[in-house]
């Protein structure tokens, strides 16, 4: 996500505990929310001090100008966590924290979510302000669901980790909900992914409506939408592949997403695209197939083997059935999704 942040943001990141940071001003946080792809959540830091007491952690705490951040209207969440540290009652803490920003903030009824973020380790806590509300992967693109889908940020790692760039054909065999031609024709087209949903920050008192307006009307026009479709979707499942429709109809990137309703294994890529480029599959796993997928796995690589010559691909699977040894040039990317342990291979075929 560094590397993301600094080719399309243009902005200096650098590493820390469970993420990234940056500096900026508050626009460059909006458009960061509205382009990041891998992202799940930002947060502002507001406050970094230590305190080995309730008094301590309540007087710094409300030195922060709590009402220059929040609404009146505030709906208050604290989520703490600590480590090694004498307050290491996390309710007791929270209960504190929102009292303190509660007392800070003008009379008004609770209606608009915000969520505060309490970390204490070794007696120093850190608290940040959620900037975008619901996690960064609700797109609020969808308008369907599917069978265990895979989650948006994961998606487009994933493509990512392949090497996706959005100049070469995508095939998405087994499509389910769409997931991946939905992030990849995003991608193709230029589509900020945050383009379609609210942020938690839209109603802090800095917010301003129309800069936001204009700052997504710029992002949105600089788009492009290829002059025939340069992904391709299908699904054996004729109702995943009407539903993913729907959306794609709503969408202006839609076009760019070619569908039907057929067998990846007797589908020939030579019927989609003259040219090779990359095959992805987030296949059934887990529960939804019985015994697991070893055959399915064996089978899908077989079939690679012989039609799909060239194309490079990235399967989602869970990490126990990894083919081994891997087939040559091909890599293993562990990663989690939904408490899963899953590997992602990712490879050209020979």
Known sequence: MAQEMETSLGLTVSRVTGGVEFSGRLEQMWEAALRLRLANRILVRLGEFSADG???????????PWELWLPAHAEIEVV??????????????????????????????????????????????????DAVGEPLYKRQVKTHGGRAPIRETLASAILSMAGYTGEEPLVDPMCGAGTFSLEAAMQVTGTPVGLFRHFAFEQWPSFREKGFDHMKREAAGGGRLPTSPVIFASDLDGGAVERLQKTLDLMPFGEA???????????????????????????????????GNDDLMRKLLSCLAARWKGWRTAIAIPRQQVPRPLPPGFHEHPMSHGGLDLSVITGQIF
């Open 54 to 64: 309730f008094s301590r952690l309540e007087r710094r705490t409300a030195e922060i």
């Open 80 to 129: 703490v966590t600590t480590h090694h540290c004498r307050l290491y009652h996390t309710g007791a803490v929270a209960e504190r924290v929102k009292a303190v920003v509660s007392r800070a903030l003008p009379e008004g009824e609770g209606q608009v979510p915000q969520k505060i973020y309490v970390r204490g380790e070794n007696d120093r806590f850190t608290l940040s302000l």
């Open 257 to 291: 997403v070619a569908l039907q309703s057929c067998d990846f294994f007797a589908l020939d890529p030579a019927t989609l695209t003259a040219g090779p480029g990359l095959v992805v599959f987030n296949p059934p796993y887990g529960l939804r197939i019985k015994d």
